[in-house]
T-cell receptor, first 117, second 111 residues
Framework: DTAVSQTPKYLVTQMGNDKSIKCEQNLGHDTMYWYKQDSKKFLKIMFSYNNKELIINETVPNRFSPKSPDKAHLNLHINSLELGDSAVYFC????????????????FGPGTRLLVL | GDSVTQMEGPVTLSEEAFLTINCTYTATGYPSLFWYVQYPGEGLQLLLKATKADDKGSNKGFEATYRKETTSFHLEKGSVQVSDSAVYFCALSRDDYKLSFGAGTTVTVRA
């Protein structure tokens, strides 16, 4: 009954390769996110999608392309991987902002540990 | 822009000690405030949240009160256990589809 799942859990690859990370949520949420956590544990939003539409793109290089085939999935494709892409990538989901205002709780996946050699 | 500042770690405590992690924020309007916890090798879990001024969030013995006058949301626990060893993140969000996180505070509790 995993709520937010990501595959793969670990990903080791060479510079210049192209790779994808998949995310699925079974919580019925309409908003999904990708976050990047660097080696110092700092977390930063990359993208957010609401009802399959891109809402936020936080100055992420064009090599990163999210794709949301439906509300339950948000995949992340990375072209021409660089050493600096090594990080832990977290997917999350939530309901959209409530009518009463404020952010709904985001539920995070277990993370994908990407190492670029 | 929105930002969150939390006390730098690492923090090392003995079991049953009192824990405080300071968190202050900068944001326009009335953000929602959160504490997330990341146990070793795992993803983030919501620990507690508060959505308006003077609200107190609480869970698993942890508490934090939304103080608008001091723009703070400090996390406290009266008696920590070894199982509380983790990285704690303070975060805020307005209704703009993202969380802004603090840098995280690593807490280690010794038996």
């Amino acid at each position: 009954d995993t709520a937010v799942s990501q595959t793969p859990k670990y990903l080791v690859t060479q510079m210049g390769n192209d790779k994808s990370i998949k995310c699925e949520q079974n919580l019925g949420h309409d908003t999904m996110y990708w976050y990047k956590q660097d080696s110092k544990k700092f977390l930063k939003i990359m993208f957010s999608y609401n009802n399959k539409e891109l809402i936020i793109n936080e100055t992420v290089p064009n090599r990163f392309s999210p794709k949301s085939p439906d509300k339950a999935h948000l995949n992340l494709h990375i072209n021409s991987l660089e050493l600096g892409d090594s990080a832990v990538y977290f997917c999350a989901s939530s309901h959209g902002p409530s009518l009463a205002g404020g952010q709904e709780t985001q539920y995070f996946g277990p993370g994908t540990r990407l190492l670029v050699l | 822009g929105d930002s969150v500042t939390q006390m730098e770690g690492p923090v090392t405590l003995s079991e049953e000690a009192f824990l405080t992690i300071n968190c202050t924020y900068t944001a326009t309007g009335y953000p929602s405030l959160f504490w997330y916890v990341q146990y070793p090798g795992e993803g983030l879990q919501l620990l507690l949240k508060a959505t308006k001024a003077d609200d107190k969030g609480s869970n698993k013995g942890f508490e934090a009160t939304y103080r608008k006058e001091t723009t703070s949301f400090h996390l406290e626990k009266g008696s920590v256990q070894v199982s509380d060893s983790a990285v704690y993140f303070c975060a805020l969000s307005r209704d703009d589809y993202k969380l802004s996180f603090g840098a995280g505070t690593t807490v280690t509790v010794r038996a």
